[in-house]
């Protein structure tokens, strides 16, 4: 089976800088995404990690260690629209089977 | 390029009865994976369509299927219609021989059974 753990809410304040966690336990592991959902809308991808290591884009960076099953997303110079759920997947192979966390509330306060 | 589409946005259907909803890929992707988002259960996945076939599949009961015609577009049934198949239904489209995990969703379908 697979499971996917992370947090279910986090609150911090504008400007500063958020972590939030994943762990996973699938039983084949190609890759973690990181998506964005806002209230009322759709999940939107925010980024991919297939190798060990970290991978930036703009305020957002994702990491990931395949050894300890694990991964975060982190998110600097928080925003006020920054205010989502934040979800993390996995996919066991080249497909379009993504298996996603329960997914993490990030509130951001002035 | 144009966005997911699905159809229809907002559903209400009685138990017993059954449904199809519809998605429209972004042009040019040939995989449509569908989702069910619920505030208990969150975001699971239902099944892949790959160039007409199902490639993936969810633990859903035979109830939900799913096809993809030529054009890549997408239709889902859910038949004999339960209480807790009320959900935000979501269709997702990638370019699978790219990033397949890099998947451009729909604004879903809100589906209520009453």
């Known amino acids: 089976g697979q499971s996917l753990e992370q947090p279910s809410e986090v609150t911090a304040v504008e400007g500063a800088i958020v972590q939030i966690n994943c762990t996973y336990q699938t039983s084949g592991f190609y890759g973690l995404s990181w998506y964005q959902q806002h209230d009322g809308g759709a999940p939107t991808f925010l980024s991919y990690n297939a190798l060990d290591g970290l991978e930036e884009t703009g305020r957002f960076s994702s990491f990931l260690s395949r050894s300890d099953s694990y991964g975060y997303l982190l998110l600097q110079e928080l925003q006020m629209k920054d205010s989502a759920s934040y979800f993390c997947?996995?996919?066991?192979?080249?497909?379009?089977?993504?298996?996603f966390g329960q997914g993490t509330t990030l509130q951001v306060k002035p | 390029k144009a966005g997911v589409t699905q159809t229809p946005r907002y559903l209400i259907k009685t138990r017993g009865q059954q449904v199809t909803l519809s998605c429209s890929p972004i042009?040019?992707?040939?995989?449509v994976s569908w989702y069910q988002q619920t505030p208990g259960q969150g975001l699971q996945f239902l099944f892949e369509?790959?160039?007409?076939?199902?490639?993936n599949k969810g633990n859903f009961p035979g109830r939900f299927s799913g096809r993809q015609f030529s054009n890549s577009r997408s239709e889902m049934n859910v038949s004999t219609l339960e209480l807790g198949d009320s959900a935000l239904y979501l269709c997702?489209?990638?370019?699978?021989?790219?990033?397949?995990?890099?998947?451009?969703f729909g604004p879903g379908t809100r589906l209520t059974v009453t």
């Open positions: 997947a996995v996919s066991s192979g080249n497909t379009g089977k993504l298996i």
């Open positions: 042009s040019g992707h040939r995989s």
């Open positions: 369509y790959f160039s007409e076939t199902q490639r």
């Open positions: 997702a489209s990638s370019a699978t021989d790219i990033s397949p995990s890099e998947q451009y």
